[in-house]
């Protein structure tokens, strides 16, 4: 069995815990601003145990991310498995862990079993404390950072680059 690691990331967001949660698992088909803009897909079932999960890009025409949801405890905990579908490395999992705290809401995210020195562990080390900063940034302003949002249009000029590998119909 290969080596694994466990990354961490807590962020303090000044808002309510209901409105993290719905920002932090909403899969009605718009694009989440915190997950790299894109859409979370958890088939017709909507996000519970069990249920598939896509990170797919807006025009859903690419899959970044697959995985399984394993735990679902609104609004307090959520988990899934994860594999980026460009790198063949082993999948781990995201734990989502939301918790009032001074006034506002503690959110940790963590990165369980990740596949020791894969690209995998180097994109969720970067990944995640951006995850964190922009889900913060989206829920107490509205929106992302002008660099983030400009990191997504740059995202969405260069679709018609990306792999093959990642087009959706790989990752039904």
Known sequence: MSETTTAVFRIHIE????????ELTRADG??????????????????????????RTA???YTSVVGEV???EPPTRYAHTF???QYDDPECTMVYELAEKDGGVELTLTALGVPAG???AGQIQRGGKMIVATLKRVVETGRPSFGT???????????????SRLKSE???
């Open 30 to 55: 718009r694009p989440l601003p915190a997950f790299f803009n894109g859409v979370c897909d958890c088939g017709p079932g909507g996000m519970k145990v069990g249920a598939p999960l896509r990170i």
């Open 170 to 172: 790989n990752w039904p």
């Open 70 to 72: 394993t735990e679902f």
């Open 83 to 85: 594999r980026f579908t």
């Open 149 to 163: 949002r400009l990191l997504y249009v740059l995202f969405k000029v260069l679709e018609p680059l990306t792999p």
């Open 118 to 120: 894969t690209k995998t």
């Open 15 to 22: 808002s309510t815990l209901e409105t993290v949660w719905r």
């Open 59 to 61: 025009s859903g025409k």
